[in-house]
């Protein structure tokens, strides 16, 4: 069953699916998604959580282990299995199809890993999760909808959504959502109260944010021919001092 990110919260309200899987584009988007599954399954006693790091060499008979094994303090537990990729290997998909098409009710299974293919969300594997539990896909946050999704969390930690400082947000961390998450809570930190001295944090950012010459000849020796290109406009609009 297909979940998008933003319906997560009502779905889960709602009924606590046996089966997640989350995978994406973007890491922090991820773990967001992870968070909310957790607390919703907290508060149906899912309290022990045991988790697994899967590559293409992991041994999923330990997978199966945990599961088969009787807890003495809580027959609710959460497995968690994190994938590096998508390359999970022959052995790896009759496991997950196994264990997804006959997991106890007292298991919660949820599963996360990076970006996938097409190829490899029309796997068996892939489908079986689909059937039996809820995906929840995570897409790169483009440019045009940054800017709402930095205001939005703003909002959330309870700041005003100040056009000008999360303009400034997108452009220092040049679309990193981690990065603006962290500018963010700063904020936070910084505005106990939520009001937001703007022009304080826009000077605070530009004594930052000040480029060289030495920088912009190492960023171009590196080949970052974007960054290069925003070096070069900043100084200009800096009229930043040649070499002597």
Known sequence: MKIKPEQLDFQLAHKLESIYFVFGAEILLIEQSLTQIRKAAKKQDFDDRVSFEIDGNFNWDQVHTEISATSLFNPKRIIECRLKSGKIGVKGSKSLVEIASALPSDILLIISTGKLDMNQQKSKWFKTLDKNGGVVQHWEVQN?????????????????????????????????????????????????????????????????????????????????????????????????????
């Open 144 to 244: 045009d909808h940054l800017l709402g999704w930095i205001t939005n969390h703003m909002e959330k930690l309870g700041l005003e959504a100040n056009k000008e400082v999360a303009q400034s947000i997108a452009f220092c961390t040049e679309g990193n959502l981690l990065a603006s998450m962290q500018e963010i809570q700063k904020l936070q930190m910084s505005y106990p109260n939520g009001k937001i001295n703007a022009k304080e944090y826009l000077k605070q950012v530009n004594q930052q944010s000040k480029y060289t010459i030495y920088g912009l000849i190492d960023t171009a020796l590196l080949g970052n021919v974007d960054q290069v290109d925003k070096i070069f406009k900043t100084m200009m609009t800096d009229n930043a001092m040649p070499i002597q």
